[in-house]
């Protein structure tokens, strides 16, 4: 189970990775493995949209059960299955980097991190960096 503890863990790690390499203003969400949302936090400035963007690169990832940068690869060259998926989720799927599964050492989805607020690469190292900093585990 991904306890409100360790999302914070995981928040304050994506953060202060965020802060150590530069970047912009972030937004961080941590949801269970259900999709929903444990915890969440906005830096300021970071931009109004950025919420829900965090939350659908993290629900992108739990609903496809791969990272967001992963999806947004695989989507590239499949327009009528983005579209699919889009019209499916509701628009709430976001295939672009920083949507990261979180998951135990054996391996289970326990849950996702979605940040946003800055390019998506460097998004997706915020969140790895912020499940890494709660000694859990993620593949990208």
């Known amino acids: 189970m991904l306890s409100l503890e ?7 790690g994506a953060l202060k990775h965020g802060r150590k390499t530069s970047c912009a203003p972030l937004t961080v ?15 300021d ?13 993290a629900w992108g990832a739990l609903g496809m059960g791969t990272s967001s940068g992963a999806l947004a690869e695989r989507l590239s060259g499949n327009p009528s299955f983005l579209n ?7 628009g709430r799927v976001v295939p672009a980097a920083g949507g990261v599964l979180v998951r135990q050492h054996d391996g289970t989805v326990i849950g996702a991190v979605g940040v946003s607020g800055d390019r998506s690469e460097k998004d997706e190292a915020c969140a790895v960096a912020g499940i890494l900093a709660a000694d859990l585990s993620c593949e990208q």
């Open 6 to 12: 360790l999302a914070n863990r995981i928040i304050e």
């Open 45 to 57: 400035r970071s931009g109004i949209l950025r919420p829900d963007i965090a939350v659908g690169k």
């Open 29 to 43: 969400a941590v949801l269970d493995a259900g999709g929903h949302l444990i915890a969440f936090q906005r830096e």
């Open 84 to 90: 699919a998926l889009a019209a499916m989720s509701q």
